[in-house]
């Protein structure tokens, strides 16, 4: 079992910036496709951001462009970095980790852009 822990949320001022961090419990961390979802208010969760084992990344378009993911094989995390961050951006982001078809999750971590 994969644990996943986020850290990073918190309020931010709309146009700012945040950083979001997935730290996983795993020895083969770099086998995972990690990504980043967000469900927002009244909302079904959604996709956010990918970064496969390859290193290959994917980003919304909804929010390409201020969003960036990556990861770091040595300290097992991935992150996703928030800039210039909109209202429609607040929400409660989730880190995922999937291998082989098996999903594993993390928490959540809020974040609320202030106006």
């Known amino acids: 079992q994969v644990q996943l822990v986020e850290s990073g949320g918190g309020v931010v001022p709309a146009g700012g910036s945040l950083t979001l961090t997935c730290a996983a419990s795993t020895r083969i961390f770099s086998a995972y496709d990690m990504s980043w979802y967000r469900q927002i208010a009244g909302k079904s969760r959604e996709l956010v951001a990918s970064?496969?084992?390859?290193?290959?990344?994917n980003v919304d378009p909804s929010v390409g462009g201020r969003f960036t993911i990556w990861r770091d094989n040595g300290k097992n995390t991935a992150t996703l970095e928030m800039d210039n961050v909109k209202a429609e951006d607040t929400g409660t982001y989730t880190c995922?980790?999937?291998?082989?078809?098996?999903?594993?999750w993390g928490q959540g971590t809020q974040v609320t852009v202030s106006s």
């Open positions: 970064i496969g084992s390859n290193g290959r990344t």
């Open positions: 995922n980790a999937r291998l082989r078809g098996v999903n594993h």
